[in-house]
């Protein structure tokens, strides 16, 4: 018999404190707008705030892990958590458009879990890992009391058995309220008992069929940090220590592909530092033209279109990205990964400078794709809008 892949945990959340200022977005959005961060840097102030317990990806520059150790220190001495005992959440996030995604918040196993995009796990990364940008959060995880997870993946449900259920329970409500920089509004209630039970088995038959049971939608590189940490911390462990240790897991939200609230966006790129005219001029001359997918370049308040031949999408975007990881390298241009088109569009008004928006992807592909052709590019997609990503507020002990 499988063993199971995903289930209820024990889930630290605060008390008596302003949950507006504990919740903040994941850490990897808004990376070249210092701006937004500086913003909740100032809002929360001393005030406990998941802020600072992570490294915002705009301070990669100025990384110090030791406050991030201090503060979960701190707010663990403060008895400022209450744990919520061997449980899942069930979460509603009512989103900027007022649409309601629904999610399932619990601990996965990583002996499960296989990023390389060559394995047949029951949990599959969607994207290639950059391995570089593992580190950093990797030595945060060494050290960590506490892991906080922006991390999304999906299960291919559709007929709606293991999460859409719980909407129609009378659930305790473990905390209800509005989400800060237009993030919207999140409200969590817990799963336990018979529901919990009901959960796990719904997803024991989901994973009778073929293909992976979960395939990532955002935190990939979060959770690949986690599993490259586990795996080195497995090895000085015995048997049953490895069985127990709380770091062999990992928390996430878990969230159904066909939640109509669930649309994939394009991650498009921004070029720094490059002749955008030149740019394009030789991407045109290596590239298979045609009407499949449209590309749409944007410097200097123009905007210039290119249509690509390619027999799917993941097909395009790996040709793209092949393309745009070997000019950076012989140009040394810099390149970035933007959520968002009028962030992309600020951008792109500097000099230099050549915003790339990119198509998004039918979700109905996603594990079909991932199953039969492996991962797409890095960075080929995100789960909703920048502001609709997940914010971190749930935490869990990683240590004995």
Request: with cysteine.
């Amino acid at each position: 018999m499988k063993k199971d892949v995903f289930t209820p945990t024990n889930i630290l959340l605060p008390e008596g404190i302003d949950m507006e200022n504990w919740s903040v977005i994941a850490c990897d959005q808004f990376s070249s707008e210092r701006e937004y961060w500086d913003r909740v840097r100032e809002r929360v102030k001393n005030s406990p705030s998941t802020f600072n317990m992570i490294i915002p990806e705009a301070y990669l520059d100025e990384t110090d892990y030791a406050p991030i150790h201090a503060a979960m220190a701190e707010y663990s001495d403060l008895g400022l958590f209450k744990e919520i005992k061997d449980s899942f959440i069930y979460v509603e996030r009512t989103q900027a458009d007022g649409r309601i995604r629904r999610g399932l918040v619990g601990a996965v196993d990583l002996e499960e879990y296989d990023f390389s995009g060559e394995g047949d796990a029951a949990i599959l990364a969607s994207e290639g890992t950059v391995l570089d940008r593992l580190p950093v959060r990797i030595n945060v995880r060494r050290q960590a009391l506490l892991e906080l997870p922006h991390i999304m993946a999906f299960i291919d449900d559709k007929n709606l058995s293991v999460i859409e259920p719980l909407a129609k329970k009378n659930l305790p409500v473990l905390y209800d309220f509005k989400l800060m920089e237009g993030g919207g509004s999140i409200k969590g209630m817990r799963v336990d008992g018979d529901s919990a039970a009901g959960v796990i088995s719904a997803l024991a038959a989901l994973r009778e069929k073929s293909g992976p049971l979960m395939v990532m939608g955002d935190g990939n590189h979060s959770l690949a940090a986690a599993k490259v940490y586990w795996d080195e911390l497995k090895q000085n462990l015995t048997d049953a220590e490895r069985e127990a240790h709380p770091a062999r897991r990992a928390l996430l939200e878990v969230n159904n592909v066909y939640d109509p609230a669930i649309d994939f966006e394009a991650i498009h790129r921004v070029m720094f530092g490059v002749a955008p005219e030149e740019f394009i001029r030789t991407f045109e001359k290596v590239t298979q033209r045609g009407d499949d997918y449209t590309l749409r370049w944007i410097y200097g308040g123009e905007t210039h279109v290119t249509g690509v031949a390619a027999a799917c999408i993941g097909d395009m975007l790996t040709a793209m990205q092949t393309f745009i990881d070997d000019y950076a390298k012989t140009s040394g241009c810099v390149v970035d990964y933007i959520h968002g088109e009028e962030s992309v569009e600020d951008l792109a008004k500097a000099d230099g400078t050549l915003g790339l928006i990119l198509p998004a992807m039918d979700k109905s592909e996603l594990f079909k794709t991932v199953a039969e052709s492996g991962v797409f590019p890095k960075k080929s997609f995100s789960v909703g809008h920048a502001r609709d990503k997940r914010y971190y507020l749930e935490c869990r002990s990683i240590r004995p």
